[in-house]
Nanobody, 120 residues
Framework: DVQLQASGGGLVQAGGSLRLSCAASGYPFDEYAIGWFRRAPEKELEGVSSVSSKDESTVYADSREGRFSSAKSTVYLQMNNLKPEDTAVYYC?????????????????WGQGTQVTVSS
């Protein structure tokens, strides 16, 4: 059965970096995309990045581009120059199909969230 395990969250000072990892096993789809989402305090879930399993094409939320990056090969989310507004619980997820997508509705499997806290 598919299992996702996110890790790498923690407390970091503004301007610092974190590398979140999403260990996955039992991929249920031949073609899939891996997505990262986050839920900031008192805010709704938002997509951060998504990468295709086939060609590693990637999409990012506008606010994340240039600071965050993800890759299929290592299933990670690299976050640089972190800001207090990046504080959130971060989730990794897997969707059917190769096309990356930032909407939560197409993701079938979710890992446990990992807390990222960025201090000023």
């Amino acid at each position: 059965d598919v299992q996702l395990q996110a890790s790498g969250g923690g407390l970091v000072q503004a301007g610092g970096s974190l590398r979140l990892s999403c260990a996955a096993s039992g991929y249920p789809f031949d073609e899939y995309a891996i997505g990262w989402f986050r839920r900031a305090p008192e805010k709704e879930l938002e997509g951060v990045s998504s990468v295709s399993s086939k060609d590693e094409s990637t999409v990012y939320a506008d606010s994340r581009e240039g600071r965050f990056s993800s890759a299929k090969s290592t299933v990670y989310l690299q976050m640089n120059n972190l800001k207090p507004e990046d504080t959130a619980v971060y989730y990794c997820a897997i969707k059917r199909g190769r096309n990356p997508y930032l909407g939560q509705d197409e993701y079938d499997y979710w890992g446990q969230g990992t807390q990222v806290t960025v201090s000023s």
